[in-house]
């Protein structure tokens, strides 16, 4: 990969994903009350921001520019290598990849799936069998689908908080 390619300012890509991940929620959800196009609504904003923070230009890089400017002389915020902050602060020349909130977020996120999933399998047998579902993880959470895409968000939130700038090895 060329590191002298920009990491941000990619906007058709970010009008293809957003589009994409729009439409394919669209199909799913087929909204026909005015609720319904609301939270259709909410969700495509969502996105929108989702795609214009990653592909386009991230507010958090705007907003720290001039603190991480005069902190940090040497950074290039506009590649993707030099896309971590955490890396950066902590002085950690390795891989941002491999530092450990990256490591953190694979585990939160395979954290979040499969309590999504163990719990999903629990609450479809007990709703076969007309039942409350109180194993498993509904033993210990009330709503461990909701608890799971909160890992799952969180996992992938943080190297996202980490992916602002890095300090460039001469």
Do not use: C
């Not at 009350?33 to 929108?48: H, N």
């Not at 990849?97 to 479809?124: K, Q, T």
């Amino acid at each position: 990969m060329n590191s002298d390619a920009p990491a941000y300012g990619l906007w058709l890509l970010a009008v293809v994903n957003a589009g994409l991940f729009i439409l394919f929620a669209f199909s799913f959800f087929k909204p026909r009350t005015a609720r319904d196009w609301r939270t259709l609504g909410a969700f495509s904003a969502f996105v929108v921001a989702l795609f214009a923070e990653m592909y386009g230009f991230p507010l958090t890089l705007y907003l720290l520019a001039g603190w991480l400017g005069s902190r940090f002389p040497a950074l290039d915020p506009m590649s993707h290598d030099a896309g971590h902050i955490w890396p950066a602060v902590f002085g950690w020349s390795a891989d941002p990849h491999w530092s450990p909130f990256h490591l953190l977020s694979f585990v939160l996120i395979g954290g979040g799936f499969i309590l999504v999933a163990s719990a999903w399998r629990i609450l479809h047998e007990a709703q076969r069998k007309g039942r409350l579902a109180t194993t498993g993880p509904y033993a210990h959470l009330r709503h461990p689908q909701y608890g799971g895409f909160a890992l799952i968000l969180i996992g992938f939130f943080l190297p996202r908080l980490s992916r602002l700038t890095k300090r460039r090895i001469p």
